[in-house]
């Protein structure tokens, strides 16, 4: 092709890649003993398709549909020009020509399957203690830094095409310089430079060096924590924060007029200076904006730490958003400049936080939008989430439906319990403690939700509220369906029927172990988390007009941790008895 224009063949081969991308992303087709029946079963399993194949799945669905629009696109293009040249003589040398290099091509891909499959055995094998690795042996924690190392990168460069320099390790491996020698590995592009240093075979040091058109940026807790990943050999991690960095530099280089990347930073900025000016003291994080942390890929907004998360010292758990840019198929135009609101004190309402911008504030219309990407991905009921994602664009309430209206979807109880609970002739029960938790309510549609899009920082405060309210809600129904604990007696004493109404409230029904009264309990949760109970007790004792009326007591959200919110209920009723 003229003008260094890609081959068919070429585009063919990058289509291909595109859609194996595409079903690794979605956990199909991955490396198994058994692959064909792995992704066969994957591909028929409705918990794994239908809850994560959907706009908020864990990809971009719309970002994918663009990048094959594309790629089809000039795939067409290219076979139209060589339509064009059927008469010209050179053109059947030209095919074959191809065909030889496609052949090629072939088999040097096979030749590097093979060699990653060497590379991930040796490394399962070394890993597993089936080679012992003794810690003098220089030579050999040399050689299995490289298979890790090496494992991570070329995933990297097939997929975002990343540059890596690997020179002085790849000599220390072939034995051409001291096993002990202070080496260098270089990770970059065209928005970041990772620099890793390894001594005697160990990662000894990392630096995160972040370029931008006004200047180059290095912040040292980043370092600190890049460092504490490289050393621990948490790669996966390393991974997910330069995957995060490529994906952003990606979508600036499709826009090389546009510094699209400042309304982040000018967000994340925003977010970070609540924190710096108000802080937060709540331990669960239910207030606010959360916590605004700055991490290697962005800054995350830690929106909610359970009870059992909060009282586990040990533990950094909790859910957040990690803010990034996300293609979408919608012309947006993002805010370039800080829009947060001053002055702030301490009674203007979170929702005042940001103010409206004016034309002169935003770039031009792209396609393209905040993202908010959940950490870990959260299981949400499907009514819910349609109304969370008209309420950020309002444009889908009158779009046409999508999978996300029309798949019969998953029963959000069964993604909520997983195998914890025991599903039996259709029904949902588990055993905690000395209640047995039956679950008759109706099957509501869930799906998994990994990520949200948006356009301007005053939707943030409403979607945290939204999440927290389905994050509290799961937390309550996990603590009875989440986890068996056994019963102190050989059987439950106590048999509990559970009815949901995702995500605002929970409804239980129980025979009082102390009374052998039928009891009720409504726990209602408002948006932000809020939680509230009624308890109707049903006595055929005679007790006074106020102990006799139903009465509403608040549950905290940071309920006693390991104890199911209703056996917290039930120990407050027996004291005001």
Known sequence: MEGGKATAQELLDHLRRLVSDTSGDLGFGRHTSKPAAATKSSLLDPATSES???????????????AFKEQVSRLREAVQKYKQWEREPLLHQYRMHLRDQATLAKNMKHA????????????????????????SDVRRQVIMQSILIGSFVQRLTARYGLYCDTQELDALVRGERPATSSIQVTLYWNTFVVDLTLVAGETTDAKLLIVTPTGESRDPDLDRDLTACAKNGDYETLHMVLE???????????????????????LQRDLLEIVARHGTTDPTC????????????????????????VADETSNASLSILLTLEQTLTQTSLPHTSLLSSPIDANTPYTDYFTIPTPSHLL?????????????????????????????????SSAPQDALDT???????????????????????????????????????????????????????PMLQTLRQHAVYNNLFNSCFGASVPSPSPSPSTVVEVVAHPPSSLSLMFVHPDTRNLTSIQVEIAEGGVIAATLFPHRSRSYSDDAAAPHKEPINATTEPSVPVQEATLSSERSTE
């Open 407 to 461: 798949q019969g979807g998953v029963p959000l109880h069964h993604l909520l319990a997983g195998s914890s609970g025991s599903p039996q002739d259709g029904e949902l029960s588990c055993s905690v403690g000395g209640y047995r938790f039956l679950f008759s309510g109706d099957h509501v549609r869930g799906v998994s939700v990994s990520r949200l899009c948006f356009s301007h920082p005053h939707q943030i405060y």
């Open 112 to 135: 590097q399957d093979s060699i990653a499959a060497c590379q991930v055995a040796a490394r399962d094998y070394m890993m597993s203690g089936g080679s012992k690795i003794d810690s």
């Open 52 to 66: 994560l194949c959907h706009t908020h799945g864990s990809i971009n669905v719309e970002e994918r549909h663009l």
């Open 286 to 309: 239910l207030v606010g904006f959360g916590r605004p942390v700055k991490r290697c890929e962005g800054v995350a907004v830690v929106f909610y730490k359970s009870p059992q998360q």
């Open 364 to 396: 031009a219309p792209l396609p393209v939008q905040f993202g908010a990407v959940i950490q870990p991905s959260m299981p949400m009921a499907v009514s819910a989430l349609r109304r969370l994602r008209c309420q950020l664009d309002p444009s889908r």
């Open 244 to 266: 995060s960095l490529c994906r952003l530099d990606m979508i600036s280089q499709k826009y090389p007029g546009v510094d699209i990347q400042s309304s982040l930073r000018c």
